[in-house]
């Protein structure tokens, strides 16, 4: 999973352009985010067709406030420059919870 310090619009739209990329919005300092961490490899493996990006969202705050990412950690999926799901909230997420929630997007 590629990680992306500084994180703005344009780099939002050059990453998104084409395919399915999935962006977590994470934090060093949140523990919910340390968490989810052991299960990213696992998921990234069983989605090989998906692009992973890991967001600082220290980084990105005023693209995170006009994204509405509130919370964290969370997920924003794109297919070809067009967001098509978010599992946003400032809730603990599981293994299951995430791939569940990528799985609903197909």
């Known amino acids: 999973?590629?990680?992306i310090k500084a994180f703005d619009k344009d780099k939002l739209t050059e990453i998104t352009k084409s395919g399915r990329v999935i962006l977590?919005?994470?934090?060093?300092?949140c523990p919910d985010c340390r968490f989810l961490d052991q299960f990213l490899p696992a998921i990234e493996k069983d989605f090989a067709d998906s692009k992973f990006y890991q967001i600082d969202r220290d980084g990105a705050v005023d693209l995170a406030k006009e994204m509405d990412i509130m919370g964290i950690p969370s997920f924003v999926v794109y297919q070809d420059g067009q967001e098509i799901g978010r599992l946003v909230n400032k809730d603990r997420k599981t293994k299951e919870e995430v791939e569940?929630?990528?799985?609903?997007?197909d």
């Open 1 to 3: 999973m590629e990680q």
């Open 24 to 29: 977590e919005f994470s934090a060093d300092w």
């Open 100 to 105: 569940n929630f990528l799985r609903s997007l």
